[in-house]
Structure formats: structure tokens, C-alpha cells
């Protein structure tokens, strides 16, 4: 008994150190932590089957398209943050209860559900689902809640072993992971009703990250013409890509640089752009792993939903890295997009589409001056570890 409730115990902290990968990949831990994760990241994205778990459903790279969209990303930083708040004030509730020695808690919460503490785990685990989007961490939420459901069932049993009339009286007054009369409703008092519960939670759950995804495809706001869809950071950059994009693409230094009949996707975003190292390896300053301000960002980046985006260029916007200051100064990241499904439609997001980085150039937009070229490596700044697209 005690090794089962050790290997779900360990179950659950390898599930949260899975879904704080965004916590980790910008601390100086990234390079220890993705020696041993990565290797299982590049093995689900070798299979055609299986390559959907490595990918994101939800923006990461760009700030929220529409208001729903910001609706939700706000609530990802609001479900983990309440979690994990309600989570703490039931462990300190727990743990006042063994110091004083005054039973099992039953008040507060306690006297509603039976474990509040599991729950909260839960809830901020949806809320991490949306921070940090991989089809993964939605897989790994649907296993933690079936390890939630054992360990509530084991301490169950142990507590009517220590407390056998108190408890037992417990149970039939309060539900174990809901009111009682909203768990009588939904059948969760039998076997079957839990089961079907569960299968009906899974695929909520995938099914739901699938048309989050298609959703969010769909309300991008991306610039194409013909074989190239190009993708602004910033909401404020739509004008300006729009009527600048295609003479950008008829420059010089760009044209000499696309390679006929080839596909891509282009990010376009100021010279700054705290995320682009996701993108492509342009430089060891978006290395965010090397930097000294990880708790600022990670910070940020909760507590300030699609503000983090911006938040941590140096300057702002108007900056550029060769010493020139400009607001027409943008920086655009080619990505050559192959392996589509042959006769469809260009798709450079599909998830069997292989991306990888070819140059990247700094134009003033508005004088339509290249000041900058580079050609980059086919991995990011993280290496070959599977990153955001949108």
C-alpha cells in the first residue's frame, strides 16, 4: 500500500514538472531539464501518430487574436493562481489539524468535498493546460485526475480505519470531489457513472484542446500570398503588414533568399521580441535560459497574460539590435514549411508539417531598408525541442 501511494506521489510531481516546462525552459535548469525530457519530446514527434502530443493547441507566440481568445488566456493564469492558492489553504487546514491533533478536517471546504485539495491540483492543472498548451500536458491532466481519484480512495479507506463512525457519517453528508447532490446528479455515487464520467472528461478534454486549435488557426491574423502566410506578433503590426508585406517580398535581399516553389511562414514582430528564440536561434539574447531575470519573467508571464509579450523588450518596440531606434523597424523570421499533405491546401501550421528557420532580415519598414540579414540554424534556441508555432 505505501509503494502504490509513493508511485502515484511520484506520478503527480513528474506531471507538474512536465507542465512547468515553460517555468523551466527560461531558468539556467533548461539544459539539464531537456537532456532527459527532450529525447522523449523528439520520440513522439518522430511518428506521424503520435507527433500531435509534442504540439500546441493555443497562442503562446503572439498576443490573443480576439476577445475570447483573451478571455481564455486570462483564465489560464486565473485557474492556476486559484488552484493553487485554495490548495495551500487546505494543506495548512490539513496539517493544522495533525499538529493539533483534532481529527481529520472537516470544516471549511472540507465540509462541502472531501478532498478540496485534489480538486484545486486539478483546477490549476487546466489553468497550466492554457499557459503552457502542448496536446501533452492535456494527455497528462486526464492521467493525474485518475491518480487524484486513487489516492482520494486510498485515504478514504484509511481514514475509516482511524475513524470509523465520525468519517463514515462524513461521507454521507458531503460529496468527494463535488457537492453530494451535484455527484448524485451526475452518477458519480456509482461504478459505472464514474467510469463514464471519466470517458466523457477525456474526450471533453482532447477533443475540446483539437477545436481550440482549429479555432485559433482559423482567427490568426496571417498575411499569404501564394506560397508564403506571414504571421504578425503584435496586434498593432496588422496595418503595417499589410501594406507593406508584399513589397518586402519583392526586395533584393529577400528574394535572393526564397528558394522557388518552396513554402513559408514568416513571423513578423519588433526587433526585440522577447520569445523569438522559440522561433529560430537569432542571437544568445533571446537565449532566456542565459539571462538573470527568470522570476521577473515567469512572473510576468502569469500575472500578465499577452503583456509578457512585450513586457521584456529592451527599450521597447522602437529599438533595434544594430543601434538604429525606429517604429518602422521590424524583424522577420522565414520559416521553410515542408512535409504538407499532398494536394491540400498550404497549411503552415498542420501538425505534420516539418518547419525549420532560414534567415532572418531587419527592414525599416517604411523605407523599405533592409539593415540587417542572417542566415540561421535549422534548430532554435532551445535546440531541436519542439516549440510553439502561433
Known amino acids: 500500500m505505501a509503494r502504490s501511494k509513493a508511485v502515484l506521489s511520484g506520478a503527480i510531481v513528474l506531471y507538474f514538472v512536465i507542465c512547468l516546462e515553460i517555468l523551466i525552459m527560461i531558468s539556467p535548469f533548461?539544459?539539464?531539464?531537456?537532456?532527459?525530457?527532450?529525447p522523449f519530446l523528439l520520440g513522439l514527434a518522430k511518428y506521424p501518430a503520435t507527433r500531435w502530443l509534442s504540439s500546441f493547441f493555443f497562442v503562446h507566440l503572439i498576443a490573443p487574436p480576439n476577445g475570447f481568445l483573451q478571455f481564455l488566456r486570462i483564465m489560464g493564469s486565473?485557474?492556476?493562481?486559484?488552484?493553487?492558492?485554495?490548495?495551500?489553504?487546505?494543506?495548512?487546514?490539513?496539517?493544522?489539524?495533525?499538529?493539533?491533533?483534532?481529527?481529520?478536517?472537516?470544516?471549511?471546504?472540507?465540509?462541502?468535498?472531501?478532498?478540496?485539495?485534489?480538486?484545486?491540483?486539478?483546477?490549476?492543472?487546466?489553468?497550466?493546460?492554457?499557459?503552457?498548451?502542448?496536446?501533452?500536458v492535456v494527455v497528462l491532466w486526464i492521467g493525474m485526475v485518475l491518480v487524484y481519484y486513487l489516492l482520494a480512495k486510498d485515504e478514504e479507506r484509511r481514514m475509516l480505519k482511524q475513524f470509523p463512525e465520525s468519517y463514515q457519517k462524513y461521507m454521507e453528508t458531503s460529496g468527494m470531489f463535488f457537492p453530494k447532490r451535484i455527484e448524485q446528479s451526475l452518477g458519480f455515487s456509482t461504478t459505472g457513472g464514474r467510469v463514464g464520467l471519466f470517458v466523457l472528461?477525456?474526450?471533453?478534454a482532447?477533443?475540446?484542446?483539437?477545436?481550440?486549435?482549429d479555432y485559433t488557426i482559423t482567427h490568426l491574423p496571417l498575411w499569404s500570398e501564394s506560397n508564403v502566410a506571414v504571421l504578425p506578433i503584435m496586434p498593432q503590426d496588422e496595418p503595417m503588414l499589410e501594406h507593406r508585406m508584399a513589397d518586402i517580398l519583392n526586395l533584393?535581399?529577400?528574394?535572393?533568399?526564397?528558394?522557388?516553389?518552396?513554402?513559408?511562414?514568416?513571423?513578423?514582430?519588433?526587433?526585440?521580441?522577447?520569445?523569438?528564440?522559440?522561433?529560430?536561434?537569432?542571437?544568445?539574447d533571446w537565449q532566456l535560459y542565459k539571462q538573470h531575470h527568470t522570476i521577473s519573467?515567469?512572473?510576468?508571464?502569469?500575472?500578465?497574460?499577452?503583456?509578457?509579450l512585450a513586457g521584456h523588450m529592451h527599450g521597447g518596440a522602437s529599438h533595434s539590435e544594430n543601434g538604429m531606434e525606429s517604429a518602422t523597424v521590424r524583424r522577420l523570421i522565414f520559416v521553410a514549411v515542408s512535409?504538407?499533405?499532398?494536394?491540400?491546401?498550404?497549411?503552415?501550421?498542420?501538425?505534420?508539417a516539418i518547419r525549420k528557420?532560414?534567415?532572418m532580415i531587419d527592414v525599416d519598414v517604411h523605407d523599405l531598408k533592409v539593415l540587417a540579414s542572417k542566415d540561421l540554424p535549422i534548430e532554435t534556441a532551445w535546440g531541436k525541442v519542439p516549440t510553439p508555432t502561433f
Open 30 to 38: 533548461a539544459g539539464f531539464f531537456y537532456s532527459a525530457f527532450n
Open 78 to 136: 486565473v485557474f492556476f493562481l486559484t488552484g493553487l492558492v485554495v490548495f495551500l489553504v487546505c494543506a495548512l487546514q490539513v496539517y493544522a489539524s495533525k499538529f493539533l491533533k483534532t481529527g481529520p478536517a472537516l470544516n471549511a471546504l472540507y465540509s462541502v468535498i472531501r478532498h478540496p485539495q485534489y480538486l484545486s491540483l486539478a483546477v490549476s492543472g487546466i489553468g497550466l493546460a492554457i499557459l503552457w498548451p502542448r496536446f501533452l
Open 201 to 204: 472528461l477525456s474526450s471533453v
Open 206 to 213: 482532447i477533443g475540446g484542446a483539437f477545436l481550440l486549435r
Open 252 to 284: 533584393e535581399e529577400v528574394k535572393s533568399k526564397l528558394h522557388g516553389g518552396e513554402s513559408y511562414l514568416v513571423y513578423f514582430m519588433p526587433p526585440n521580441y522577447v520569445m523569438q528564440g522559440l522561433i529560430g536561434d537569432t542571437g544568445g
Open 297 to 308: 519573467m515567469i512572473t510576468d508571464f502569469i500575472l500578465h497574460p499577452s503583456g509578457h
Open 339 to 352: 512535409g504538407e499533405t499532398p494536394g491540400k491546401k498550404f497549411d503552415p501550421f498542420a501538425v505534420n
Open 357 to 359: 528557420p532560414e534567415f
